[in-house]
């Protein structure tokens, strides 16, 4: 260290002063200059005395300004997906835009980071559809600002950090509403064994890991259908209160690694064909178990899955029935080389108490894209279908159809993304629609 070289560099000083005059000395000594030479030596073991003083002031010094400075908290993409996701081997890196998670600000130990976007949205019907983000259906083409989202992150100590996730959402008529998408304690033993206490983003899939509000962190403009926040007519139960434990299992070049979770959701859906009418389903507490492999022979490859199980309730019914919900979910992931190809596969599965009778919701997405210094093209292909019978997914039917686009950068704050959207459904007309996104980050 610096400071540690001055009192060195002294020493080796000193002693040079002392032992170069010795032999001039011993050999010119006499008797009128020995109480002369008596008294410099003298002087000089008081400067000797003095100068070590020092050095032991400015050693005290340097270890109050080291005491004094906060920790930096080393923050990487995995965690959003990963600077701004917990600490968590299982949440992997986003894969756009790569710098996403660099530059956080920093305020009394606190970091933090922000994001928006504004968007526009065309639509070839007037009819209701979709109506999520601040766009509302019924005109051919409006603005809306979409989430303003701010991310902070705090250490509490060597292993435990706070984090906190706020969302500022446009709602109808031009008004907002503010939303703690995530608040966590977290707590990191080691590298098998890290937990999250608080509000998380549910881990039934590697979108929802990886992923967080930020339209800014997605290549696309939006998120899968599947994939929508529930209160924006997802299928999925996006977030829950609760436990969230991930670790990497000794594993060697297999790279395996395990997701735990039990909490509670408190899933309120609205329909997505415009009807207004908002299911809260009353989950109970949930069960989510997921593993996946990060193999050392292929970099950028994950493969994994999810089991998670909850009951739910329609509370459309006029005496609300318990409906057993789980979920199977499988991913094969992969992000090298500029390529981003996202492949996830869904059963939801829906099960009413005191009946044999099951809807089983198949859903999937399949997203490849590929960059080209600044400018990233897309293409995206989804699917889901759902029972009519089923009275939890009844305004989602059979849906399908391909997203494709780009999606360019002007800097590593600032991106715009253009999406056309084709979607056959059944026993409706297809709808087409155009999007357009400015995001950026700050």
Do not use: C
């Not at 920790?71 to 835009?97: G, Y």
């Not at 703690?180 to 304690?185: H, I, K, Q, S, Y």
Request: cysteine-free; overall charge negative; aromatic content about 12%.
């Amino acid at each position: 260290m610096p400071g540690e070289r001055i009192p060195t560099l002294m020493r080796i000083a000193i002693l040079g002063l002392l032992s170069f005059p010795a032999p001039s000395w011993a050999q010119n000594a006499s008797p009128s200059s020995t109480d002369h030479d008596q008294e410099t030596i003298t002087q000089l073991a008081q400067q000797i005395k003095q100068l070590q003083q020092q050095d032991l002031d400015l050693q005290a010094r340097i270890k109050i300004l080291e005491s004094s400075q906060p920790q930096a908290t080393r923050v990487t993409e995995a965690d959003t997906a990963s600077a701004l996701s917990p600490p968590q081997s299982a949440e992997p890196t986003p894969p756009a835009p790569e710098s996403a998670s660099r530059d956080w600000k920093d305020l009394r130990g606190m970091q933090w980071r922000g994001f928006g976007e504004f968007n526009y949205k065309v639509l070839d019907q007037r009819r209701p559809e979709t109506g999520t983000d601040g766009f509302v259906p019924g005109s051919a083409g409006k603005f809306y600002s979409g989430d303003f989202d701010l991310f902070l992150s705090a250490k509490v100590s060597d292993k435990a950090s706070v984090l906190a996730e706020i969302a500022f959402g446009e709602l109808d008529q031009q008004t907002f509403s503010v939303d703690l998408e995530r608040f966590l304690l977290q707590y990191e033993f080691s590298d098998h064994l890290k937990m999250s206490f608080g509000r998380y983003q549910t881990g039934i899939s590697y979108y929802n890991i990886a992923f967080r509000s930020a339209k800014f962190l997605l290549t696309t403009a939006d998120r899968p259908l599947v994939l929508q926040f529930a209160d924006e007519g997802g299928l999925l139960p996006t977030q829950a209160v609760g436990v969230s434990i991930t670790g990497a299992v000794p594993s060697g070049k297999l790279g395996l690694n395990y997701l735990f979770e039990y909490g509670s959701s408190d899933t309120a859906r609205p329909d997505i064909n415009g009807s207004g009418e908002v299911n809260d389903e009353n989950n109970g507490n949930h069960v989510n178990v997921g593993f996946f492999v990060r193999p050392e022979i292929l970099p950028g490859l994950r493969i994994g899955g999810s089991f998670y199980h909850d009951k739910i309730g329609d509370s459309t019914m006029p005496s609300p029935v318990r409906i057993g919900q789980t979920i199977l979910n499988a991913h094969v992931v992969y992000i090298a080389h500029g390529i981003e190809f996202l492949n996830e596969g869904f059963l939801i599965r829906h099960s009413p108490e005191n009946s044999r009778v099951t809807f089983n919701t198949p859903a999937f997405y399949s997203q490849f894209s590929k960059r080209f210094g600044n400018i990233r093209p897309f293409f995206r292909y989804e699917y889901a279908n759902a029972s009519k019978n089923n009275a939890i997914f009844d305004d989602v039917g059979l849906r399908y159809g391909p997203s494709f686009g780009a999606r360019y950068d002007f800097s590593d704050s600032v991106a715009f993304k253009a999406q056309l959207d084709h979607t056959v459904r059944k026993n409706q007309p297809d709808l087409n629609g155009l999007q357009m996104q400015v995001a950026f980050a700050f």
